[in-house]
């Protein structure tokens, strides 16, 4: 399986990549991603909410009304849930939403999510470049020049580049990230995938595969 290297203004450069089958050309599991994609989710949540019960209730717990002879329900404490003001029943309190999730469901997810973008044509290897500068006008152009569906894009570089990553994080479509950073959530939820010339073989090593 090959693909072209793109230059930066969008021609061909004559050179291809080779990607491994067992990697980019799998058949997807969309069990593996959905549950991938929900651990991702839930690890984002803050899990802070919190209600305060009747007994956290700055309340007085001098009995509301004598025991018997109102006419009434009897009532022990205005901390009691059916008044204003009072403590909610069984309400939310802090938890923590993650999940265990094993190695090899996780890296079957994300060897799924790649095969997806193969399958779509949605992924475009650019040949290896830096920016002299931070300038979001000249990274939108090198993104204008590749011609792909720009409404969500998912830029994978081989190491951290403070210029690229300066230069684009004006934009609210376009996402760059670290090879190591890259997860089955990003790349599900872009529409065109970029690798910079080198992805593909960190991926198919032994980093990310782990």
Do not use: C
Not at 35 to 57: F, I, P, S
């Amino acid at each position: 399986m090959e693909l072209s290297v793109y230059k930066i203004d969008g021609t061909e450069s004559g050179k291809k990549v080779t990607l491994d089958p067992g990697i980019f050309g799998i058949e997807p599991n969309d069990h593996a991603i959905y549950l991938d994609v929900k651990q991702y989710l839930a690890n984002q949540r803050q899990g802070t909410h919190k209600t305060k019960e009747k007994w956290e209730v700055n309340y007085s717990t001098k009995k509301v009304v004598k025991q018997k002879g109102s006419g009434g329900a009897r009532h022990g404490s205005r901390k009691a849930n059916i008044y204003v003001g009072g403590g909610r029943v069984f309400g939310p309190r802090p938890r923590d939403y993650g999940f265990k999730l094993n190695r090899k469901l996780k890296q079957l997810a994300r060897f799924s999510a790649l095969s997806y973008k193969v399958k779509e044509d949605s992924l475009r290897v650019v040949e290896n470049f830096n920016l002299e500068a931070p300038k979001t006008k000249d990274f939108m152009n090198i993104i204008a020049n590749l011609k792909i569906n720009d409404r969500r894009v998912l830029f994978v570089l081989p190491q951290y580049m403070s210029n690229i990553y300066l230069s684009s994080r004006n934009l609210s479509n376009v996402k760059v990230i670290n090879v190591n950073e890259i997860s089955t959530y990003d790349v599900m939820n872009s529409t065109s995938l970029i690798f910079m010339e080198g992805v593909q073989d960190i991926i198919q090593g032994s980093d990310v595969n782990n």
